[in-house]
């Protein structure tokens, strides 16, 4: 895997931007890990589940950890989809882009109720997987 992201499954808009991601990862790169499984702390000691609650967590293959958009332009990067991403990492836009990105990671439940009028997602209903 070259990228591990550390995502909330609660969250419905976090949810299908995984689900998005992992149906585009034809070459399986991206790993996601899920802060509300109770595994997570046995395989990832050093996430601060907290932290990563407040801004997305990624994790490269070379143990470098990434935060905000830095994982989301790396992860859709390398589905080689919404290259568009990148330009949020331009030097001028980079600042005002991660402060929307903070206020959004902090507000994502109710923005999430906004656009898809569920607050929070329950077992099955922003599952990542296919459904058959």
């Known amino acids: 895997m070259e990228l591990t ?10 949810a ?3 689900a998005q991601l992992k149906k585009n990862d034809r070459l399986n790169k991206i790993h996601l890990e899920d802060l509300n499984s109770a595994e997570l702390l046995t395989r990832y000691p050093d996430i601060d ?3 990563a609650n407040t ?7 070379d143990g470098k ?5 830095d994982v989301t332009a790396m992860a859709w990067g390398l589905t080689g ?6 330009l949020l990492r331009l030097p001028l836009i980079k600042p005002v ?4 990105y903070l206020a959004f990671a902090k507000n994502r439940y109710r923005i999430s109720y906004l656009l898809t009028g569920q607050k929070r997602c329950t077992a099955d209903s922003c599952s990542i997987e296919p459904k058959a």
Do not use: Q, R
């Open 5 to 14: 992201i550390f995502y909330d499954s609660a969250c419905p808009l976090c």
């Open 16 to 18: 299908n931007e995984m």
């Open 49 to 51: 589940i907290e932290k």
């Open 55 to 61: 801004i997305l967590h990624g994790l490269t293959a």
């Open 65 to 69: 950890m990434l935060f905000g958009l």
């Open 81 to 86: 989809k919404h290259c568009w991403v990148k």
């Open 97 to 100: 882009a991660d402060k929307a």
